[in-house]
Nanobody, 114 residues
Framework: QVQLVESGGGLVQPGGSLRLSCAAS????????MAWYRQAPGKQRESVARIMPGGGTLYADSVKGRFTISRDNAKNTVDLQMNSLKPDDTAVYYC????????WGQGTQVTVSS
């Protein structure tokens, strides 16, 4: 079964940027696309960005205009460029299919704090 490994998180000041990367051990084609999710302490996991097989993208209102999702089908990777980060973006970030059908990876911690 395909395994997902997220990386690129860290501590960043408000207004800063990070680029997250998700590497899959196999093909990650999904008719529902690939997505980045996040889970903040005490909150439910939520989808923040999705990229469809045709390249179309969808974003949660809270990150629209600040985050950009992209994918490299040849490398089986999905990236998330995060700009203008806010403290509310603090969470563990995960990738998965658009319907979260694969086993969850360990995630990568993003902390936005001064």
């Amino acid at each position: 079964q395909v395994q997902l490994v997220e990386s690129g998180g860290g501590l960043v000041q408000p207004g800063g940027s990070l680029r997250l990367s998700c590497a899959a051990s196999g093909s990650i084609f999904s008719p529902n696309g690939m997505a980045w999710y996040r889970q903040a302490p005490g909150k439910q996991r939520e989808s923040v960005a999705r990229i469809m097989p045709g390249g179309g993208t969808l974003y949660a209102d809270s990150v629209k205009g600040r985050f950009t999702i992209s994918r490299d089908n040849a490398k089986n990777t999905v990236d998330l460029q995060m700009n203008s980060l806010k403290p509310d973006d603090t969470a563990v970030y995960y990738c998965n299919t658009g319907q979260a059908l694969l086993p969850w990876g360990q995630g990568t911690q993003v902390t936005v704090s001064s």
